[in-house]
Structures are given as structure tokens and as C-alpha cells.
């Protein structure tokens, strides 16, 4: 008869009886270790014994590297991507709220609208102050003479003082020829219109960014650059157009090709226009052609 196999059994603990619970030699049967228990310590013990094992978990995996090593659970250089990801698609939406706010802008101004001026393109909550005009008339009246007397002085060129602002950015030529039309706000022609050689080459004014390019339906290919300083410039009646939405410019780089003349096929014409701070301003008084 083979040597018959103990079976483990157990029976359902009382809380006010008592159990010894120890560890014997298997060959000798000399009890090493031992414990008096209750039913009621037995179940403390454990529940004791499940809550540490629980805290110590958390703790583990909250406060040391251990919880990378959990399926799902992204690491250190991942978090990192995470965080690059965020402020990149913020720094996104920020220029994209700048490009509709100048988009808009540039439309306004093309239909010949006055622009929205705010203080940043991205905050739609600011509100401009109502304008309260507080000057007396004796004022007024000065100020009226002071400019009436600004508008009669020139300077050597024959060409009105203008901004200083202006002045100061040297402003390049962006087609050399004949002025045909000039500057006059009276009748809503905010530029001057140029006559230059066949397939003369248009030149940026100023360093900028391209913010339209492209043909409307008049048919007309208008390039439209906005620079520093709330300066913008529009090139219109252009053959060809050079550079793309969105393409940065230095002064002087060619972005179109001058169209026809109305008068003749022999020479190239273009239409420039210069606002500055939402308002047209008259390109001969900062540009020599």
C-alpha cells in the first residue's frame, strides 16, 4: 500500500475561539515557531496585512519608476512629446487667429472698408474705448493752422515731411518708372499707379510676410505683404505673381512681374498701395521712384 497523501482541510473560524498557529521540523516535529490566535486577531491580521500590502502598492507605483513598467503607461519621453505636442498646437492656434485677423483685415481693405484695429490679433475680448474728444475750440482751431502749415511745407525733394516712422524704415522702390496716377484719398484711389518697362520685375518695399496672394475676380493678381510697425503693402495689376501665402521677404526680393499698360502692351503697369496703422497713406512721401 502506497504511503497515503494528507489532504488539507479547513473549517469555518469562530470569532471567540482560540487557535495556535506554529511552524514544526517535518522530522523531528520540534515546534521552531508559534502563535496564539483568536478568531476576531485572525481577521484583523489579515485585513491589517491586505491594507499594507495595498498602500505599499500605490506607493510604489506613484512615487518611483516602477509604474513605466505598467502596459499603457507612458514614459518620461513620451510625457516630454506630450508636452512639446500642447504648446505646439497652442503656438499654432495663435497664429492662425493672427493670419484670419490680417486675412480679414486685407479683404476690408480691398473693398475699400476701414480695418479692425485691436490690441492682439488672438484677443477677441478686447473692445477699443469710445474716443472722447475733449479739446477746446481755440484748440481745434490751432491744430487746424498747425497742419494746414505742415501740409504746405516740403522738404528738398519737393516731397511733404509724412511720418517719421516711415521715414526711418527706408522704404525701396518696388518698380521704377513714370507716376501716371497719383495719390488721392478724395476719390477713393488709395495709391499711385506706375508704368515701367515690359515685364518689369515688382520688388517688396520692406521686409515681410506675404499674407494674400493670389487672383480675385476682376480679373487681377494683387500681392498683399504685411510688415513691422503695422505697415502693409498691395501690389496690384501684376502679369505673374512670384511668392506664395505665407512666404517670408527681405527689401528688395521680386514677388511679381508687372502686368500690360492700359495704354500699351510695351510697358508694364502696377498699382501700389501703403496703409499704415489701418489708414492709406501716400507712397511718394516715403519712396523715391
Do not use: C
Not at 493752422?145 to 525733394?157: D, F, G, M, P, T
Not at 521715414?167 to 506706375?194: A, C, Q, R, Y
Not at 500699351?264 to 498701395?273: A, K, P, R, Y
Amino acid at each position: 500500500m502506497g504511503e497515503k497523501k494528507g489532504k488539507l482541510r479547513f473549517k469555518s473560524l469562530k470569532i471567540n475561539d482560540k487557535y495556535h498557529l506554529g511552524i514544526f521540523n517535518d522530522t523531528t516535529y520540534e515546534q521552531i515557531f508559534y502563535i496564539r490566535l483568536n478568531g476576531r486577531s485572525v481577521v484583523i491580521t489579515v485585513a491589517v496585512s491586505v491594507f499594507i500590502l495595498i498602500a505599499l502598492t500605490t506607493v510604489l507605483i506613484a512615487f518611483t519608476p516602477i509604474k513605466e513598467l505598467i502596459p499603457g503607461y507612458p514614459d518620461r519621453e513620451m510625457r516630454k512629446t506630450m508636452q512639446r505636442n500642447i504648446f505646439m498646437i497652442d503656438s499654432m492656434e495663435n497664429t492662425i487667429a493672427e493670419w484670419n485677423f490680417y486675412l480679414d483685415n486685407s479683404i476690408k481693405i480691398l473693398s475699400g472698408n476701414i480695418p479692425q484695429i485691436i490690441q492682439s490679433p488672438s484677443d477677441s475680448t478686447y473692445k477699443s474705448k469710445p474716443f472722447v474728444d475733449s479739446r477746446s475750440k481755440a484748440d481745434s482751431l490751432f491744430r487746424q493752422q498747425i497742419e494746414r502749415e505742415e501740409q504746405l511745407n516740403v522738404n528738398s525733394n519737393g516731397i511733404n515731411s509724412g511720418n517719421k516712422e516711415l521715414w526711418n524704415m527706408n522704404l525701396m522702390t518696388p518698380l521704377k518708372g513714370e507716376i501716371v496716377s497719383k495719390f488721392d484719398i478724395g476719390t477713393e484711389h488709395f495709391g499711385i499707379d506706375i508704368v515701367s518697362t515690359p515685364n518689369a520685375v515688382v520688388t517688396a518695399i520692406y521686409d515681410g510676410t506675404v499674407i494674400m496672394s493670389d487672383r480675385t475676380v476682376e480679373p487681377d493678381n494683387i500681392i498683399q505683404i504685411q510688415h513691422d510697425n503695422n505697415l502693409m503693402s498691395v501690389y496690384k495689376h501684376n502679369a505673374k505673381l512670384l511668392k506664395k501665402q505665407g512666404s517670408r521677404v527681405k527689401a528688395g526680393d521680386a514677388i511679381a512681374i508687372a502686368g500690360n499698360s492700359e495704354e500699351s502692351n510695351s510697358s508694364s503697369s502696377l498699382h501700389l498701395e501703403i496703409w499704415y496703422r489701418g489708414t492709406p497713406v501716400n507712397p511718394e512721401q516715403y519712396i523715391v521712384f
